[in-house]
């Protein structure tokens, strides 16, 4: 069974860069049919979906903050990282790393979930 | 960009009682709907994927039904555990997710 976990600081300075990694265990993140996601979350709203990176290392990014964003697999680590530039107090939520199965019964969903690592930004 | 809305944003409701929820597509989203459970403090947890199909380990009372752009998550006999914070999200062939901003699910 895949876990992931996330890693990465908790607290960021306005205009500075985030960086965070998710650390795939139980499972390669190389695995020819497995998707990874970033997905955030502020208090009391919605999920906001960050980007998604394929297993052959192809990416897409939400169109909001597409400028702003690269994800990256790194194989040898068996992990997937973001990278955020230019991080504002608006950026300030849970960041989770998730997981899903482009040939499972389940493709299209986020079957597996990180804890989430909480990141402030904040001078 | 296709907007997911949920209704209502918050329900309250018994132990036993059946409680629908619901989600509207701003355009057709065919079958490329999931549900998800969330409660304090923890990553959602997929409940419905492809509209009506149910996640491997999830109890039967949960089900999800619709097509196009309406469809409902239904809970058929609330638990105590079932008191939590429900999304639904669309997956684009694009390769981009949307969720809804959420129903919790409060006790009456």
């Known amino acids: 069974q895949v876990q992931l976990q996330e890693s990465g600081p908790g607290l960021v300075k306005p205009s500075e860069t985030l960086s965070l990694s998710c650390t795939v265990s139980?499972?390669?993140?190389?695995?020819?049919?497995?998707?990874w996601s970033w997905i955030r979350q502020t208090p009391g709203k919605g999920p906001e979906w960050i980007g998604y990176i394929y297993h052959s290392g192809s990416t897409n990014y939400n169109p909001s903050l597409k400028s702003r964003v690269t994800m990256s697999l790194d194989t040898s680590k068996n992990q997937f990282s973001l990278t955020m530039r230019s991080m504002t107090a608006a950026d300030t939520a849970i960041y989770y790393c998730a997981h899903g199965d482009s040939y499972g019964g389940n493709e299209g969903a986020f079957d597996i979930w990180g804890h989430g690592t909480m990141v402030t930004v904040s001078s | 960009d296709i907007q997911m809305t949920q209704s209502p944003s918050t329900l309250s409701a018994s132990v036993g009682d059946r409680v629908t929820i619901t989600c509207r597509a701003s355009?057709?989203?065919?079958?490329?709907l999931a549900w998800y459970q969330q409660k304090p403090g923890k990553a959602p947890n997929l409940l419905i994927y492809k509209a009506s199909s149910l996640e491997s380990g999830v109890p039967s009372r949960f089900s999800g039904s619709g097509s196009g752009t309406d469809f409902t998550l239904t809970i058929s006999g609330l638990q105590p555990d079932d008191f939590a914070t429900y999304y639904c999200?669309?997956?684009?062939?694009?390769?981009?997710?949307?969720f809804g901003q959420g129903t919790k699910v409060e006790i009456k």
């Open positions: 139980g499972g390669s993140v190389s695995s020819d049919n497995y998707y």
């Open positions: 355009q057709s989203v065919h079958t490329w």
């Open positions: 999200q669309h997956y684009s062939s694009y390769h981009t997710w949307t």
